[in-house]
């Protein structure tokens, strides 16, 4: 029964949801205030029969409701309460409906947080999000409803799969697809405005904090995906260019474009045809993401169970949105101003470049994602581009980014002088130079890459701090100010992790007895054998490992192998000892004698040099966003500008 | 600077540094993708001579040998067979019986030593590669017995 009333709301909601895309835009367009008034209810409307919808299954999960296709498939009773509540989302169509409960949540966000707009505005970015809306939920209930019956019901569920059973499934679905979802709204931000033919400041400056927020979640949902496959997969890698992080960081990539070209919108009036592209492809990536994880044409650790028709949908939706967003965007494209004029040297330049430079990379990972995909199309065989690709032709566009990251934020807006910049930024020019020389040494030898790489974390960390002291001068900066400067300080500290771990760390595998030791990178690894250990739903070997360095102890690892039954396969858990200057990671591969307990095992050994700063500076890019999101600017001004808008009207209404 | 020199400065120079991205991601692009073969095409010695590329199909029912860390096994795709060998932790999911794909390159004695090997997270899910590389073979023997 709450199976069917889930299904009943979620039903209702596509034709809530086709109301909120049509009358608030036909509203605004011919100035209907009722119409247009009708837009926030009929979003809540939409909203809590999503989220009813929602609950719903969950309880389904909750209460083991194996009479549910979707609840057979992905829980059994067997599992912990909490993996069978995330397990909602841990299969293609509850993680769908997560996507469009995110849409509706972004959607009511809006709604809510938008008393100050102008009425009109609001109307056309919740209609053309209910547009959206509209399209994904006939996804969901056309070829991928989560309430399919299968009668007579299932004794018990197959079990979610064991990759899944882990508290990274709990976040990183959710975090990743609010800042997917997110871009939603930067789109329809940038259409609306379109639509209404208002490419200004204002525009800008109401997108801005939203666009600011669904990046954060894309950077945090990216970052613990990151993580999550390097402790879980057993891999220790935590990037692997593999499509699906490829779907996921293209949009990235964009929305970290959008966010800078946003500023110059609207502190300088210029590069709005550009910032529309960028919203519009910010979003259309996030769309084809979902089409490549979901169509199943790509290899990759994302690609569980995979239907063809589902695909063809997304991609039908993906040529809708871009096609109809592209003509809009030609039709009025001619009509929109240039904005302020600029000198070559200038912040808009660096800024430009930043995102050149963004856009490029993103392009380059485009490429080398959908490649394999063309060539066969093209029946020319198959193929798979590797990560050395990623690697050679990412890093190198990236690099003159980090050299701008100290350069931008000290240029004047309009004209700014070199002689200027110079006299502001020598010092880092020497911090830089000693950091490239003296840091690779001091981790023990020194190598060009990390010299290099370490020059300009030097370079953007001294810049940061020149930066502050002159713009402290200037009074009290804001908290988008900060906000900024604490991203770009995640940024270095992302840069130390990469650098660090790619050209120091040390991995091998090795066959190992009761009693031997192995050593990597200073620590000693004494295997001390294996038993067998029972958890909720499965069964372990738990390997002990005795951690020493320098000769003295430093505690117990207990690597895992998992077997989860019948028809499951088994899961290798790590065991990591976590440091900020270092991780040291342990995993068990394959018994090699026929006695598990006392016989030799294969063993991977890992260590990981700051390998934690990569997720720490992801972490604190995020908290930079939440920082700049929570600019009061972002309420008052628009509070001030309506408050003349407002006396405007009256006075207009008196006369 | 005029504005005209300005825009043409802004449009040769970016025009420059497209070009030479575009050059530079090709070549990258070209020097690191991998052809995928069937063992079929390795049979047929259809297999490129001297660079690395991948082979998929099913792991061969009792063909799992183990020398300590070294594992070597057989590939087929049901119609050919191609024996490939590997030193290192295989993924958890690697069993006889089910699909893989191996990356590497072929020796002089015919043989494929694998640098990296490739099985799918989800026990019903083969790769995309393998299940082709079985399907075409399949096909193969068809028209044959025809």
């Given at each position: 029964m709450i199976p069917e009333l889930g299904h009943f709301a979620l039903l209702l909601s596509l034709f809530v949801a086709l109301a909120m895309g049509i009358l608030p835009l036909v509203g605004a367009q011919r100035n209907h205030p009722q119409w247009m008034a009708f837009a926030r209810p009929v979003t809540a409307l939409s909203f809590l029969l999503i989220a009813f919808s929602f609950a719903c299954l969950t309880w389904a999960f909750y209460t083991n409701d194996f009479t549910v296709q979707y609840v057979a498939a992905h829980s059994n009773s067997q599992m912990p309460t909490m993996y069978r509540l995330s397990a909602?989302?841990?299969g293609h169509e509850g993680s769908l409906l997560l996507w469009v409960l995110m849409l509706a949540g972004w959607a009511g966000a809006v709604a809510l947080f938008s008393?100050?707009?102008?009425d009109a505005m609001v109307a056309r970015v919740l209609g053309v999000l209910g547009l959206v809306l509209f399209g994904l939920l006939a996804f969901v209930l056309f070829t991928?409803?989560?309430?399919?019956?299968?009668?007579?019901?299932?004794?018990?569920g197959r079990s979610l799969n064991p990759l899944l059973q882990d508290p990274g499934l709990v976040y990183h679905p959710p975090l990743l697809y609010m800042g997917y979802v997110g871009m939603s709204v930067a789109f329809a931000f940038a259409i609306a405005a379109l639509i209404a033919g208002q490419l200004d400041a204002a525009w800008a400056r109401w997108s801005r904090p939203w666009t600011t927020v669904a990046w954060l979640f894309l950077t945090l949902g990216i970052a613990l995906g990151s993580w999550w496959a390097y402790y879980e997969?057993?891999?220790?890698?935590?990037?692997?260019?593999?499509p699906v992080e490829n779907a996921s960081f293209m949009p990235w990539l964009v929305a970290t474009a959008l966010i800078h070209s946003l500023a110059v919108t609207e502190k300088r009036g210029s590069f709005k045809n550009w910032t529309v592209l960028l919203a519009i492809a910010a979003f259309s990536l996030s769309l084809l993401g979902t089409f490549l994880v979901r169509s199943g044409v790509l290899t990759s650790v994302h690609a569980f169970a995979t239907d063809p028709s589902r695909g063809l949908f997304i991609l039908i939706l993906l040529a809708i949105v871009v096609g109809s967003s592209l003509m809009l965007f030609a039709a009025r494209a001619p009509k929109v101003s240039l904005g302020g004029a600029f000198a070559l040297v200038s912040r808009e330049t660096f800024l430009l470049i930043n995102n050149v430079l963004l856009v490029v990379a993103c392009g380059a990972v485009l490429l080398g994602t959908l490649y394999p995909l063309i060539v066969d199309a093209f029946g020319l065989g198959k193929i798979s581009v590797g990560p050395p690709y990623f690697n050679t032709v990412f890093v190198p566009i990236m690099l003159p980014l980090l050299v701008l990251v100290a350069i931008g934020p000290v240029a004047r807006w309009k004209h700014a002088d070199l002689k200027v910049i110079l006299v502001k930024l020598w010092p880092a020019a020497a911090v830089a130079l000693l950091a490239g020389i003296a840091l690779p040494l001091l981790a023990g030898e020194w190598q060009a890459y990390v010299a290099l790489a370490l020059a300009l974390v030097g370079w953007m960390v001294a810049a940061l701090v020149l930066q502050t002291i002159d713009r402290m001068k200037a009074g009290t900066p804001t908290a988008s100010w900060w906000g900024m400067q604490l991203a770009h300080f995640g940024l270095a500290a992302f840069v130390v992790g990469v650098a660090m771990v790619s050209n120091y760390q040390e991995e091998r595998d090795v066959r190992m007895t009761p009693g031997e030791t192995v050593t990597v990178g200073g620590h000693s690894f004494k295997f001390l054998g294996v038993r067998d250990a029972a958890g909720p739903n499965y069964n372990a070997s738990v390997g002990s490992f005795e951690l020493t360095r320098d000769g003295k102890v430093m505690r117990m690892l207990h690597p895992e192998k998992r077997d989860y039954g019948p028809g499951s396969m088994p899961m290798t858990e790590a065991a990591i000892d976590a440091s900020l200057a270092r991780d040291v990671y342990v995993s068990l591969g394959e018994p090699?004698?026929?006695?598990?307990?006392n016989g030799a095992w294969a063993v991977r050994v890992y260590f990981k040099p700051f390998v934690d700063w990569i997720w720490g500076g992801c972490l604190l890019m995020a908290l930079g966003g939440l920082l700049a999101a929570s600019d009061r600017r972002y309420r008052l001004k628009v509070k001030a500008q309506a408050a003349t808008a407002n006396i405007a009207n009256k006075a207009g209404a008196a006369a | 600077m005029k504005p005209r020199q300005k825009r043409i400065a802004l449009i040769v120079g970016g025009l420059a540094a497209l070009g030479i991205a575009s050059a530079f991601v090709l070549n990258a692009l070209d020097s690191n993708i991998a052809f995928f073969v069937s063992p079929s095409e390795i049979a047929a010695g259809k297999a490129p001579q001297g660079k690395a590329f991948r082979v998929g199909g099913m792991v061969k029912d009792g063909s799992i040998m183990r020398d300590n860390l070294t594992v070597s096994f057989v590939i087929t795709d049901t119609a050919s067979d191609i024996k490939v060998s590997y030193t290192g932790i295989l993924p958890d999911l690697f069993k006889e019986g089910k699909g893989a794909v191996a990356q590497g390159r072929i020796n002089p004695d015919g043989s494929f030593t694998a640098t990296e090997v490739l099985a799918k997270h989800d026990e019903n899910y083969m790769p995309p590669e393998a299940g082709h590389a079985i399907e075409q073979a399949q096909k193969a023997q068809k028209t044959i017995q025809q």
């Open positions: 909602v989302w841990g008393r100050q707009l102008p991928s409803n989560p309430f399919e019956r299968l009668l007579p019901g299932a004794e018990e997969l057993g891999w220790g890698g935590w990037w692997f260019w593999d090699l004698d026929a006695d598990k307990e | -």
